[in-house]
């Protein structure tokens, strides 16, 4: 699980998560100074501001404890403020690239690439979701990060999309195994979309805007490789299992 071959994408990352942590010793100190010159009432003057200034500061030196379960809060705040306002972006599907209730009540996103073994692994997770709970929506982002392969896969994936062969396309490539020019093709035939139709899509730039959409997406999330999943407003890293996937739905279901 890994985005080594997109420099770009770990350098995002990594000043995102910096500015976040940044931005918690702000807003603990803005906090604890606001709730302090509250109590002590609306004539606050310099000499009481740097006062109060200066016991918020002892109390952080005092219990640094506080400063990661800030961050941590003010990470979950800012990252559900985030997944709101790219809801719609999230949870329309390129074409049939999807599963499940068309208007299912609960929708699981999720970003994953084809050369990924951790997002094989999690297929049956999410089918045994799907078959269990028929208000559930699961909506497919291709983020092709690991490989030129990766890349050609999720261009014939988006076509397959388009041709309402998504889901049986998306099954077949992943039980091929390694993902190749050849278990591109072959999968795609398995579904009926011939040789020349498979390459075209691959040599085409019509399907670089969702690609590049999707990876911006999960840059905005802080995905730190594949999958990822956006479930209500939680994102889940990593190959997580049937049941954490199912306490995340039951989450966003009670919200």
């Not at 890994?2 to 807003?27: H, I, V």
């Not at 979701?129 to 050609?152: C, G, M």
């Not at 999309?161 to 998306?170: C, I, K, L, N, T």
């Not at 490789?225 to 956006?230: K, S, W």
Request: contains cysteine.
């Amino acid at each position: 699980m890994t985005d080594s071959n997109r420099p770009g994408f770990r350098a995002a990352l990594s000043n995102r998560t910096m500015q976040m942590t940044l931005g918690a010793f702000a807003f603990i100190a803005a906090a604890a100074g606001t709730a302090l010159a509250m109590q002590a009432g609306n004539n606050v003057n310099a000499g009481d501001k740097t006062a109060i200034e200066q016991i918020v500061h002892d109390y952080i030196l005092e219990h640094p404890e506080i400063i990661p379960q800030a961050i941590e809060k003010l990470q979950s705040k800012r990252m559900e403020s985030t997944i709101e306002s790219s809801r719609s972006a999230l949870e329309t599907p390129y074409a049939g690239a999807w599963e499940g209730a068309a208007k299912g009540d609960v929708t699981i996103v999720e970003f994953f690439d084809y050369a990924c073994g951790y997002c094989r692994a999690s297929l049956p997770d999410l089918a045994k979701l799907v078959s269990q709970d028929r208000n559930l929506k699961v909506v497919y982002r291709e983020l092709p990060i690991l490989s030129e392969e990766s890349s050609d896969a999720a261009k014939v994936s988006l076509l397959a999309a388009e041709r309402g062969q998504y889901m049986p396309f998306h099954r077949a490539l992943y039980d091929a195994g390694r993902v190749t020019r050849n278990t591109i093709l072959a999968s795609a035939a398995k579904v009926g979309i011939g040789k020349a139709d498979a390459e075209a899509a691959i040599a085409s730039k019509k399907y670089d805007a969702e690609i590049a959409s999707n990876i911006a997406l999960a840059q905005k999330l802080q995905a730190s490789g594949t999958p990822t999943f956006v479930i209500g407003n939680q994102v889940l890293n990593g190959a997580v299992g049937h049941e954490a996937l199912k306490e995340a739905v039951s989450a966003a279901r009670g919200k």
